[in-house]
């Protein structure tokens, strides 16, 4: 699987204008990619605004994420901020080159920021099927929470979109390197850059990691889009020779 990672600037609140610096981006990759992933909240910044911004499952930026991927003929993930149903989710969508949606509704909010106060924690864990892959799809926070992560489903992907401030960044590498160690699961990372609407500096570290912990893309430092091919018998190969993931505890989730 081939694999986009861009890493970006977001216009604060603006989703029109992130729609437009995203597709410049998109409409930049000069070759064929199975899937695109874009950081958290793309379209607006990491906003604790909600109402201000919200848009619904039929809205303009679900429309403009399926007529590209249904146009790129490949995936593109990244989150967003949904109304439904009263209430507000931080939602990451995997749109499929068909333009079928799954999605995932944040499960850990950001309680130092007070997400918890104006988003809905989703409950349901998601593994997309895509390509002969499954795919495990989290947001920036759920990082920090390892049980809710482990590799249960035998997944070979792990995904993270983030908004992850500059002065934290050594524990997103840090932890990025475990998930991919203990889950024996290549694992994205997929952050901003630059400086929201709160004054929070942002500096990227866009990675990917293997099923060992061994950088197939370094930490990114600045605006950039990065393509790697990923290698699903290579992984599968070395799980069996190993059998780390054969002595998993078993745990329930209350």
């Known amino acids: 699987m081939k694999i986009a990672l861009i890493q970006s ?5 603006n989703p029109k204008a992130n729609r437009v ?10 070759e064929s990619v199975d899937l695109i992933v874009l950081p958290e909240m793309f379209a ?18 679900v429309q403009w994420m399926q007529s590209l991927a249904k146009a790129k003929n490949t995936a593109i993930t990244g989150s967003l901020v ?21 999605f995932y509704d944040k499960r850990h909010l950001f309680t130092l920021a007070g997400e918890d106060k104006v988003y809905t924690a989703g409950k349901q864990k998601l593994i997309v099927d895509y390509l002969g892959w499954k795919i495990c799809p989290l947001v920036c926070y759920d ?5 809710f992560s482990r590799n249960v489903e035998n997944y070979d992907l792990l995904l993270y979109v983030a908004s992850w401030p500059e002065k934290r960044i050594q524990a997103w590498d840090a932890l990025l390197k475990a998930r991919a160690i203990e889950n024996m699961s290549y694992v994205v990372g997929v952050n901003r850059t630059g400086v929201d609407g709160n004054q929070h500096p942002y500096n990227g570290h866009s990675q990917l990691v293997d099923f060992l912990g061994d ?24 799980r069996k020779a190993m059998g780390f993931l054969n002595d998993r505890d078993a745990f329930q989730l209350l």
């Open 44 to 61: 607006t910044g990491f906003t604790m605004n909600p109402a201000k911004v919200a848009e619904t499952m039929q809205g303009e930026t």
């Open 215 to 238: 950088y197939l893309v370094n930490p990114q430092e600045s605006e950039a889009v990065v393509i790697e091919e990923l290698n699903r018998e290579n992984m599968l190969a070395i």
């Open 82 to 102: 949904i109304e439904e149903a009263g209430n507000f989710y931080n939602r990451m969508l995997f749109v499929f080159p068909s333009g079928e949606i799954q």
């Open 143 to 147: 990082l920090r929470f390892p049980v």
């Open 21 to 30: 610096h995203f597709e410049e981006k998109i409409n930049g990759i000069d």
């Open 9 to 13: 600037d977001l216009i604060w609140e």
